[in-house]
Structures are given as structure tokens and as C-alpha cells.
């Protein structure tokens, strides 16, 4: 399948602290990204849609200032958490769908990224 | 609102035999239906789909099945291998807009 590839796979950062995670899609070009958090023992819930070249669509309930996404190349996006507190500690995962692997209706996902917040 | 639904949490089953995996929705513009498999802190693997056009979908020892009637669809892994026990969920968008609803997970165990 596809390969997604997440960086990094691990932060931990003080209280107040921007924190970027990058979302590169290694084998083919991806038309739309999408950023997805997973709490423990839970699922995975969108927070946002990407699409190379325009603005984010954010989830109800999630706060565009505080987690921005820039996806500025068709294998690029990237994630800021800005100003981050304890409670966005969460384990972070991106997906990417375009052309050239498999359907382009099929999501593939990065390895993810777990944030702790101190 | 939940509207993929997985409503068994866990799955026990013997090396060999046949796993069952069902999953429910709710939203009928739906058209599109994943199952993924995913290990603890890393992200989901994809394993197979299937289109609303179809009802029956094979890869190797995975079998995605569909009854839109039902709104429902199920995963049959055989023959279950260890290697198999992770956290599978299923998956489902709409291509309006691709995005992914998913299930809350069904945890599989393959006893040897």
C-alpha cells in the first residue's frame, strides 16, 4: 500500500509551547490530507480536512487557531499545536488520499505522533 | 452521534479458525467502507474496502461483506493467525466528501 510517514513520532514539550508534526505522503501525490486524534482506549476522530493550495475545513469543536495546518505541497502538511496545554496531550495521526496508489477513495495513514504536554 | 458502530469490543478465537467482525451504520450517503487494523501507538493499517456497488470484496484471507439493505457489513479473516490479534476498525465516507467515520474499534485475539 502507500506510504505515510509522520514526524515526529514522539514530543514532549513544556506548557505554552508550539509543537509542529509533519505529514509527508512518500509514494504518491496527496490530494487531500486529513488529521485525525485518538484518545486512550478510544477512536479516532477527525479534526481536520486538507486540500493542497487552500485553507483547512476544521472539525466541529476544534479550534483553528490552536491547531493550525498548512498543506502547502501535495506530499507535505503539516499540524501546528499552538500554545499547547496538558489536555492536548493525545496521540496525533494523519491519513492521505490522491492519485496513484490503490483507490482514491482510500485513506493511508502515518505511523502517528503522541504528544505530551507538560 | 455514532454512525459507524462496532458493537462488539473484543473477539477472542483459536489459531485456524474463522474471525467474525461486524460493523453497523447509520448514514446512508455512505458508499465507500474500510476495515482497518492498528497496533497500540501506531496509526491504522489499511487491510480492504469495498464500494457500495459491490457486496462482497476478497484479499487473500479477508473477505469484507455488504447488505446496504442491512446497513451493515462484516470482516472474515480466515484462517485466523497470532499475528492477527491487534485493535480492527471499520470505517465508512461518503464521496462528497471523504471523510472517515469510524467504527470504535473491535479488539481481536488469536489464541494458539
Known amino acids: 500500500g502507500a506510504v505515510v510517514s509522520q514526524h515526529p513520532s514522539r514530543v514532549i514539550c513544556k506548557s505554552g509551547t508550539s509543537v509542529k508534526i509533519e505529514c509527508r505522503s512518500l509514494?504518491?501525490?496527496?490530494?487531500?490530507m486529513f488529521w485525525y486524534r485518538q484518545f486512550p482506549k478510544q477512536s479516532l476522530m477527525l479534526m481536520a480536512t486538507?486540500?493542497?493550495?487552500?485553507?483547512?475545513?476544521?472539525e466541529q469543536g476544534v479550534e483553528k487557531d490552536k491547531f493550525l495546518i498548512n498543506h502547502a505541497s501535495l506530499t507535505l502538511s503539516t499540524l501546528t499545536v499552538t500554545s499547547a496545554h496538558p489536555e492536548d496531550s493525545s496521540f496525533y495521526i494523519c491519513?492521505?488520499?490522491?492519485?496513484?496508489?490503490?483507490?482514491?477513495?482510500?485513506?493511508?495513514f502515518g505511523p502517528g505522533t503522541r504528544l505530551t504536554v507538560l | 452521534d455514532q454512525q459507524v458502530k462496532q458493537n462488539s469490543p473484543s473477539l477472542s478465537v483459536q489459531e485456524g479458525r474463522i474471525s467474525i467482525l461486524n460493523c453497523d451504520y447509520t448514514n446512508s450517503m455512505f458508499d465507500y467502507f474500510l476495515w482497518y487494523k492498528k497496533y497500540p501507538a501506531e496509526g491504522p493499517t489499511f487491510l480492504i474496502s469495498?464500494?457500495?456497488?459491490?457486496d462482497k470484496n476478497e484479499d487473500g484471507r479477508f473477505t469484507v461483506f455488504l447488505n446496504k439493505s442491512a446497513k451493515h457489513l462484516s470482516l472474515h479473516i480466515v484462517p485466523s493467525q497470532p499475528g492477527d490479534s491487534a485493535v480492527y476498525f471499520c470505517?465508512?465516507?461518503?464521496?462528497?466528501?471523504?471523510?472517515?467515520?469510524f467504527g470504535a474499534g473491535t479488539t481481536v485475539t488469536v489464541r494458539a
Open positions: 509514494d504518491f501525490q496527496a490530494t487531500t
Open positions: 491519513s492521505a488520499r490522491g492519485a496513484g496508489r490503490g483507490s482514491t477513495d482510500t485513506q493511508y
Open positions: 469495498i464500494s457500495s456497488i459491490k
Open positions: 486538507s486540500n493542497e493550495g487552500s485553507k483547512a475545513t476544521y
Open positions: 470505517a465508512a465516507s461518503a464521496s462528497s466528501d471523504y471523510k472517515l467515520s
